[in-house]
């Protein structure tokens, strides 16, 4: 089964500069996005940039000492540029009456636990990266922080944003759907100014979106009205729309920006989650959307106009029940049908299920499966992130450059073992400009917090997280 | 009446015999018909072969259901027999069925069995609407000697435990009706043969019912708890059939039969469908008992059969020895109008060669003057001044003057603005209500408002922030919120917790959503069903009996009453009503209706020539409108008199302005409460300056008559042919208003339709154009108010020798006092009434003038009627 996402074209920083007639790959593209000359000034040097990439459920420790001959086997084309980390554990995340998915997803970029249903337990790597490096803000006109993401289960925050300030408040709002990401990117130009206006009108437009959403299923198929009411309801709708084109369209774009993307067919909002019971989804349809979130996200980097941010793959705890044919380096991997092969309905024919059913001693066929697949979707924007479009000025590609930290929720799924459940927790990290390790899969066998303190500390910020009081312990063995 | 055989007999006969018998042939009484209202799934195996069960409810797309172990049944005469462990389900999730029952929050599940034993358990599933055999949405099941019903709701697990079970020993192998009901309140009956055989409360919201469950009959989903017997019904309603209904299926026996019409009867139908409208909209302006013209009289059935000067014109039977018809299929009738359409034709000659049936007295054009699409189910938008009432009830907010400011004016269409099919959106509703919804949070106190549904300030957890909404939700879009509106609002505060937001803020947007959202702007009732009316679910009769009778949404008592189930039966929705009739927002309300009946609105904006009424003025104008309004609430609210004393009570209220301009000796300052002397010529309504403006600066005698006509007479007249002058000529010394009437009334052409209504004017010439009465007009010529008034439908006018005798005759006619309840009908409905409300409204009128023909008796005895009780259902498209 050929995805859509693979058929239509990607949208490319090459086409872009082309768009704006340009010969040469400026790089980094400051100029081209007209932004201020302060930021031109500051371009000639690689700017430091620091992104979370999460991805939900999680590979349980075991299938991580597999290496790329297991379900991490996507991440090995990019094998040279990762450092792939096993044996971190979040343990002190743990907090009581909170499940495990939402903890470990929490701790994920912060090695905190969360602060309630809908804060981090403090700052994410990314911010703490950018508070550092710029302290001032960022240069003008350029997106301070992009969040984005495809996902389905939103009860609490932390399942799908990874981007958090020191207070463990959400450090921008998450953009859902692909044209809200472009529209964030590459439609109106934000200052420091108007954060607050613009978040406010975000916020405003979800409820238009809600709205428009229940005049929708009052035109639909499963509408109780009869056909006279329908029509004026649909009038209604129309006139909506009218309002919503009005009130919130796009005021302009950059330029030389790629066409708007279509409108998202996948579902959003509440629809999204209805309840924690799941939602059927083709992997055509999941694809599709992600790797256009992907693409606008990687060339919102590219194209210079944000640093810092995450990107998140499925939420924690994610709940979908998956159908399609998927293959892997033109093989067959597998045919997903969670519902059909669980013979559930509702949430226990979620994909999610099969975390709870893991068994070293068994095949896990569907869990690897959904793993791999996970691998094969983060890979794919990593690698946006390593092409001739994606160099920086001293001649390596951004994959190089920047710090990207990819991370999950958990390090087995079942439940029954706080303890195995935030052990293991697996991660991968960029070089950071030749800071960390790459090539190599290592037991680090340490804790969260002192593996992205290290981090930290190796990315040049003073500030470090956690208690204060806590001696930290350098995981020296990430360092390159 | 149907009853099972007794047992000794069961005994001797073969069952194959049993079934052909069925319950219903031991009884030579006609079979009562089975309830419909409400069917939402119905399967009564006439199908006698094959693997698909058809859903024979009419409730489209139907749900069907497929055998799939064929070799495990075997088709009877009136039924399938279950002889193995069968599976027959239906292809698709029952979504519809589910989605009807979490509307309504009521259901009914109902069987005709026959058990092959009594020692079947597990329960044996005979209709079950379930996943496996441990969740369900319900099942009706056998549990060895008795039913049981496992229905999940808040109070059960999963699985519908605690069931609701009959007593033991009702099951037996033989011919048996089972019906379980359970209304929205929770209480659970079940029935065995129409008598209460179980009881239990299965409270609770049945929000959890999970629309991907299929119907399966005779088995679990799963295939592993058959039951074994004969199937011979299987009926689903999404509403509880009361105990009567249970016994009326009963009575209906096994064997649903509808027979078709007898030809009489189809003929009696296209009368009343098709041939009386005709008659109505081509006929009668000039065959009626008071023109005859021709000597026919086609209103009455007896006078039409009689014929007229060319002697008998209708055969029934025979088109083709009718005159009628050949007058009518040469299009030599109607005269001076266009001929009748082909369509029209074949109906009339249809009708004739099929009897010529007249199954009513006689034909009353104005219940035509709508077609019956006219009667066609149109959701109500919330008019500019319900909107506001909403708001304020709902959430404690006075938007009034930022309402009127932005909202767009209803429209007024046939008399009203709260006609729903005129009640359109245009862009600035949209964006006024965007604002509004926004202005109306920002002068909220969101965390009072929220806390009175929950405690919890918790933004985002998935139950505490779901139930939070799905209250907040219930109480301001007036009904239970299902699964999926939960998830949309929901989904807000997740968005907003994911931008950094605070429970605050999320609530804030999840108001200005609500406020904006459908459920909010319009009332929403259910309108899919099987084609035929069907009873509105508690939710939806709560709406509408407060939009009717206040004008705005139900309160916390009416919404308890709704999810008790006790808005039903007479007396309980008596006592409803009676307590929402005290209610000050009914008086307010019921000044809606006099404002919009008369127009009111139109005072502000008159501007009469200055030169000729010096004496008019804003406020004088305000002073007229204030008149009627305190008028129309003395009468009926102060004194709850009869209506008909609108026409002509003997008393008003005006200001000292007002009282010198009606020739009144001002009684003191501000409105004063007049008793009229004989000679003021002023009785009741149509004294009012507000109304008498109607006729304009010349006080015009058709305008004015036309009013009479309309409002007070229920009658119709026909547009003047094309190419007539309407401009009226001046008066002149010797020449009066009257004097130009009375021209047009004797020309022949003029004088058919103006000879209706003109008259019915004369007693108001001494009322100029704004309502001051003189014995002279403007030329000096001396002013009449004597005159005649021809009561539609009758043959002979009635003369009046005053104004006040006027009034008088209006008030007392039985035509004026219907056309009252017609007009607040139409007000309360919403819509134009039609003839398929005629029946209806003569009851509603009838059981009102039993009560004494007050306002508050007529509203009763409207909200009591099946025009507001029942809503017209359509099948899919």
């Not at chain 2, 139907?62 to 064929?70: A, G, K, Q, Y």
């Not at chain 2, 600035?428 to 106190?445: C, T, Y």
Request: with cysteine; glycine share 8%; aromatic share 6%.
């Amino acid at each position: 089964m050929k995805s859509r996402a693979v058929s239509r074209r990607p949208v490319s920083r090459r086409t872009m500069l082309r768009g704006l007639g340009t010969v040469t790959i400026g790089l980094p593209f400051l100029e081209e996005m007209q932004l201020s000359r302060a930021a031109a000034a500051e371009a000639v040097a690689v700017p430091v940039r620091a992104f979370n990439v999460f991805f939900g459920l999680g590979i349980p420790a075991p299938l991580q000492q597999e290496g790329f001959a297991g379900v991490l086997e996507p991440l090995a084309p990019l094998g040279e540029k990762l450092l792939v980390m096993r044996g971190v554990d979040h343990v002190r995340a743990d907090e009581k009456g909170i499940n495990a998915h939402y903890d470990g997803a929490a701790a994920a970029f912060t090695a905190a636990p969360p602060e309630g249903e809908a804060k981090a337990g403090g700052a994410s790597i990314d911010q703490m990266v950018r508070r550092q490096w710029y302290p001032g803000g960022l240069p003008p006109g350029m997106v301070p922080t992009l969040v984005g993401g495809t996902f389905f289960r939103r009860s609490r925050v932390c399942r799908y944003v990874h981007s958090f300030n020191p207070d463990g408040t959400v450090a921008a709002t998450m953009q859902e759907k692909p044209r809200d990401l472009f529209e964030r990117v590459f439609g109106t130009v934000a200052t420091a100014g108007d954060a607050a206006d613009e978040s406010e009108q975000r916020l405003r437009r979800s409820v238009l979106d809600a709205v428009v959403d229940e005049y929708r299923f009052f035109t639909g198929a499963n509408s109780p009205l009869g056909a006279t009411s329908k029509a004026r309801v649909s009038e209604h709708l129309e006139r909506i729309r009218e309002y919503e084109q009005r009130a919130f369209a796009l005021k302009g774009k950059v330029p030389g920006a790629p066409e708007v993307p279509a409108s998202s067919r996948l579902l959003h909002g509440g629809a999204a989650d209805p309840g924690g019971e799941g939602i059927d989804i083709t992997l055509d349809e999941l694809t599709a959307e992600w790797r256009l979130m992907a693409e606008l996200y990687a060339l919102a980097i590219t194209t210079d106009r944000t640093r810092f941010g995450s990107l998140t793959f499925l939420a924690a705890g994610e709940r979908i029940r998956l159908t399609g044919d998927y293959t892997y380096a033109g093989r067959t991997v597998f045919a997903f049908d969670d519902a059909g092969q669980r013979k559930r309905s509702g949430s226990g024919g979620c994909s999610h299920e099969w975390w709870h059913d893991f068994d070293e001693k068994k095949s896990n066929e569907q869990l690897r499966a959904h793993a791999h697949l996970k691998m094969r979707e983060v890979a794919y924007f990593l690698s946006l992130l390593d092409t001739p479009d994606a160099l920086d000025p001293n001649g390596k590609t951004i994959l190089d450059n920047a710090l990207i930290t990819v991370s999950t929720e958990s390090g087995d799924g079942r439940h029954n073992d706080v303890k195995r459940e935030l052990s293991g927790v697996f991660h991968a990290i960029t070089g950071a400009g030749g800071r960390f390790k790459t090539g190599q899969l290592l037991d680090v066998q340490a804790e969260g917090l002192d593996v992205y303190n290290t981090m930290l500390a190796t990315m040049g910020v003073t500030q470090r997280l956690g208690p204060g009081n806590r001696p930290f312990t350098p995981a020296e063995s990430i360092i390159a | 009446m149907v009853k099972r055989l007794p047992g000794a007999v069961i005994g001797s006969l073969l069952p194959g015999l049993l079934l052909c018998i069925t319950a219903a042939a031991v009884s030579s009484e006609p079979q009562p018909q089975r309830v419909r209202d409400g069917l939402v799934a119905f399967y009564d195996f006439s199908e006698a072969d094959g693997t698909v069960i058809r859903d024979r409810s009419g409730v489209e797309p139907s749900l069907d259901l497929v055998i799939e172990r064929p070799e495990s049944v075997r088709w009877l005469g009136t039924g399938l027999q279950v002889e193995a462990s069968a599976v027959i389900l239906s292809a698709e999730p029952a979504e519809r069925i589910v989605d009807a029952i979490k509307r309504s929050q009521g259901l009914t599940i109902e069987a005709w069995v026959t058990p092959a034993s009594g020692e079947q358990s597990g329960p044996a599933r005979i209709v079950s609407l379930s996943k496996n055999p441990s969740e369900r949405n319900v099942t009706l099941g056998q549990d060895r000697d008795a039913y049981d019903v496992r229905l999940r709701a808040e109070s059960t697990d999963r699985n519908g435990n605690p069931s609701t079970a009959s007593r033991r020993n009702v099951v037996v192998p033989q011919l048996t009706h089972v019906a379980f009901t359970r209304t929205a309140d929770g209480t659970t009956q079940l029935f065995v043969d129409g008598e209460q055989a179980g009881a239990g409360q299965t409270t609770g919201s049945l929000a959890s019912w999970d629309a991907s469950h299929r119907l399966s009959l005779a088995n679990e989903v799963t295939g592993d708890r058959p039951f074994l017997g004969t199937l011979h019904l299987a009926a689903i309603y999404d509403r509880p059939l009361s105990p009567e209904d249970v016994q009326q299926n009963f009575a209906a026996g096994s064997v649903a039969l509808n027979p078709p019409p007898t030809p009489a009867q189809r003929n009696a139908l296209a009368f009343r469908e098709q041939i009386a409208p005709l008659f109505a909209r081509h006929c009668i302006e000039c065959h009626d008992p008071a023109i005859r013209k021709g000597g026919l009289d086609l209103s009455r059935g007896t006078a039409a059969l009689q014929g007229g000067d060319s002697g008998v014109l209708l055969t029934p039977g025979s088109a083709a020895a009718s005159l009628l018809w050949e007058r009518v299929a040469h299009d030599e009738m109607p005269e001076d109008r266009a001929p009748l359409s082909p369509g029209e034709k074949s109906a009339l000659r249809e009708w004739i060669d099929g009897g010529a049936a007249w199954p009513t007295d006689v034909i009353d054009p104005v219940i035509y003057r709508h077609s019956n699409r006219a009667g066609e189910v149109w959701v109500q938008r919330l008019t500019v001044a319900e909107y506001i009432a909403t708001v304020k009830a709902a959430v404690g907010v006075e938007i009034a003057a930022e309402a009127r400011e932005r909202l767009p004016a209803d429209l007024r269409a046939d008399g009203f603005s709260n006609t729903a099919y005129n009640l359109g959106v245009d862009l600035k509703h949209v964006e006024a209500l965007s604002q509004l919804a926004e202005m109306i949070v920002d002068r909220m106190d969101v965390l009072a408002f929220a806390a009175r549904f929950s405690k919890s300030q918790s933004l985002s957890t998935d139950d505490t922030m779901r139930q939070h909404v799905a209250k907040m939700g219930m109480w301001l879009l007036r009904g239970p919120l299902d699964d999926r509106e939960i998830n949309a609002y929901c989904g807000i505060a997740t968005t907003v917790s994911s931008a950094g937001g605070d429970f605050e803020q999320a609530m804030r947007f999840i108001l200005e959503a609500m406020l904006q959202s459908p459920r909010f702007v319009y009332r929403i009732e259910n309108h899919r069903g099987s084609g035929e009316p069907r009873h509105l679910s508690q939710f939806e009769l709560a709406s509408r009996l407060s939009y009717i009778l206040w004008g705005g949404p139900p309160d916390e008592q009416l919404l308890e009453a709704a999810e008790r189930n006790e808005l039903r039966g007479q007396a309980a929705l008596e006592a409803e009503v009676a307590r929402m009739l005290k209610d000050p927002r009914a008086v307010e309300r019921s000044l809606q209706f006099v404002e919009e009946w008369l127009h009111l609105d139109r005072l502000a904006h008159l501007q009469p020539d200055a030169r000729r009424f010096p004496q008019w003025n804003a406020s004088l104008a305000a002073d007229m409108r204030e008149e009627t309004r305190r008028f129309f609430k003395e009468i009926v609210w102060s004194d709850s008199r009869p209506l008909a004393d609108l026409i002509n009570a003997p008393v008003t209220f005006a200001t000292p302005q007002l009282a010198a301009h009606y020739g009144l000796v001002p009684a003191g300052e501000g409105f004063q409460r007049y008793q009229l002397p004989v000679d003021s010529g002023r009785r009741g309504l149509l004294s009012h300056g507000s109304v008498l403006t109607i006729g304009g600066d010349d006080a015009s005698m058709v305008s004015r008559g036309l009013f009479v006509l309309h409002d007070l007479l229920r009658g119709t007249v026909n547009a003047p042919p094309p190419c007539v002058n309407t401009t009226p000529p001046p008066t002149k010394a010797g020449l009066t208003q009257r004097g130009i009437a009375e021209v047009r009334i004797a020309n022949q052409q003029c004088g058919v339709c103006h000879a209706r209504f003109e008259p019915l004017a004369f007693g108001l010439e001494k009322f100029d154009g704004i309502g001051a009465l003189q014995s002279h007009d403007e030329h000096g010529n001396p002013l009449r108010d004597d005159g005649v008034v021809l009561f539609p439908g009758e043959a002979e006018p009635v003369a009046y020798g005053s104004s006040v005798e006027l009034m008088n005759l209006l008030a007392a006619s039985e035509r004026v006092q219907t056309s009252l309840t017609w007009k607040v009908a139409q007000f309360a409905l919403g819509r134009p009434l039609v003839a398929a409300d005629a029946e209806t409204l003569n009851d509603v009128h009838r059981v009102a003038q039993e009560n004494g023909g007050t306002y508050t008796s007529l509203m009763t005895a409207i909200v009591l009627s099946d025009l507001v009780q029942k809503t017209a259902t359509e099948t899919a498209e």
